[in-house]
């Protein structure tokens, strides 16, 4: 949750693991280090939920991580020096943000689990992107972490595949909901896609398992977005990169429309209807009905998670896909637009939703302006695959509210936090290829 620009720390090429002496820990004061060891037990906990610990009894908020994110940016406001220029600008935006959800929790007629989740995205979301900012600004530390989010994502594989072979089900080792999982997933990815396009052959191969391994677990989830997502950001790689560039995607297009049909024959408890199916008309219908929400509370929302049923009164339906009975029926149970755009737009209102769209927006304007312009960003390894994973979970989120979970959250923020200060406008070094920056 934040904006603005960031630093470049030179040509930097990930080819291998980082030099001696140039670890997370290297030439850092023990105030610094003690950050770095907050925050990567931070991702650690969020990637795999261990310990998982219900700090207030019959709230769903994920508040462990959100209270271990909390102490994660407390301590680098406390122990790191801040070098980065422009913080002053994203510091304010944060804060303001940050106050926009605190706000509408506390005046929202749903208080607790409004002041809850509110408290949960502020903390994983101002804490992601801040200790992403200030604790990665140097090539090393950036390698380092790229590493450890490979051995994060090869436990999250791990532990969805344990799943499966136990009940069937990705979530029995991990989360509760198989979209948190394959939201994660998407999120880690950037790690073997950063190392599938450097020069070492070791972790390139290591990379290229991974993906396939993370393939695997898409499949297992039985969602369509995990399928059709992987789809779009592929089609969209080949479509811009490369010769023969329609030709493959073309191929692309087809390979996908064959993979999606082959998922449904694989699993057919799986539907392919439109008309009367809950998940599709429920969430087509949270387009009108969010409106609906947002022009009574336009300033500050209703709240997150906050009772909708009292604005059923005087509405009347607007999709023709779906039943009333079915779609009141799913909003006791959902509480939420299964969007996350419309979720800010409803339950937070237009000031918050604009202002979070424009910082991340400015995050991303300002790392393409420092690589030299959109046309140069696929050199740069590390900022290519991060917009790459951020971008699937975009997408993502036009289904599902997966931002509001606390651990998804803040891998979604540690990333925007890395664009942020990730490539450089140098021109390459002695024994560099030139072909990108991490």
Not at 183 to 209: D, H, M, N, Q
Not at 361 to 384: E, K, Q, T, W
Not at 395 to 410: A, Q
Request: contains cysteine.
């Amino acid at each position: 949750m934040g904006c603005g620009g960031g630093v470049s720390s030179g040509p930097e090429i990930l080819s291998g693991l980082p030099a001696q002496g140039q670890g997370p820990f290297s030439h850092r004061s023990r105030g610094e280090n003690l950050a770095v060891l907050v925050f990567l037990g931070c991702c650690l906990q969020a990637a795999l939920l261990i310990p998982s610990i219900t700090l207030i009894p019959g709230e769903r908020t994920n508040l462990l991580t959100a209270s271990i994110a909390g102490v994660s940016f407390l301590a680098c406001m406390l122990l790191v020096r801040k070098t980065n220029a422009g913080t002053t600008t994203a510091a304010c935006v944060t804060a303001v943000l940050s106050l926009l959800v605190l706000l509408s929790g506390w005046l929202s007629v749903s208080r607790a689990p409004a002041v809850f989740r509110g408290m949960g995205f502020v903390l994983t979301g101002a804490g992601g992107f801040w200790c992403a900012r200030l604790l990665l600004q140097d090539r090393a530390r950036r390698q380092w972490f790229v590493l450890f989010c490979m051995v994060l994502l090869l436990l999250v594989i791990a532990g969805a595949l344990a799943g499966g072979l136990i009940d069937g089900t990705i979530t029995r080792l991990l989360d509760d909901n198989p979209h948190q999982v394959v939201c994660k997933i998407f999120l880690l990815a950037f790690a073997p896609v950063t190392l599938l396009r450097g020069r070492g052959r070791g972790l390139a191969t290591a990379g290229a398992l991974g993906l396939v391994a993370a393939v695997v677990v898409l499949l297992l989830s039985k969602l369509r977005s995990a399928v059709i997502i992987p789809v779009v950001i592929v089609l969209a790689v080949v479509a811009t990169t490369g010769r023969f560039r329609m030709l493959k995607a073309l191929v692309v297009g087809l390979l996908g429309c064959l993979f999606f049909l082959l998922t449904f024959w694989g699993y057919p408890d799986r539907q392919l209807q439109l008309m009367n199916y809950l998940p599709v008309s429920y969430r087509v219908e949270s387009y009108p009905f969010s409106w609906h929400i947002a022009k009574q509370h336009p300033f500050l929302g209703n709240g997150l998670r906050a009772s909708r049923q009292e604005y059923l009164d005087g509405y009347t339906l607007k999709s023709s896909l779906g039943h009333r009975r079915a779609f009141v029926r799913n909003l006791r149970r959902v509480t939420s637009s299964e969007n996350v755009f419309l979720t800010f737009m409803a339950d937070l209102g237009f000031p918050f939703l604009v202002l979070y769209v424009l910082s991340v927006g400015a995050v991303f304007a300002g790392a393409i302006r420092r690589v030299g312009g959109a046309g140069a960003v696929r050199n740069h390894r590390l900022l290519y695959a991060l917009i790459l994973s951020l971008s699937a979970v975009v997408l993502h989120c036009l289904t599902t509210d997966d931002l509001l979970v606390p651990h998804v959250n803040w891998f979604f923020h540690v990333l925007l936090g890395m664009v942020s200060v990730a490539g450089g406008q140098e021109s390459p070094g002695p024994g560099d290829d030139g072909v990108g920056s991490v």
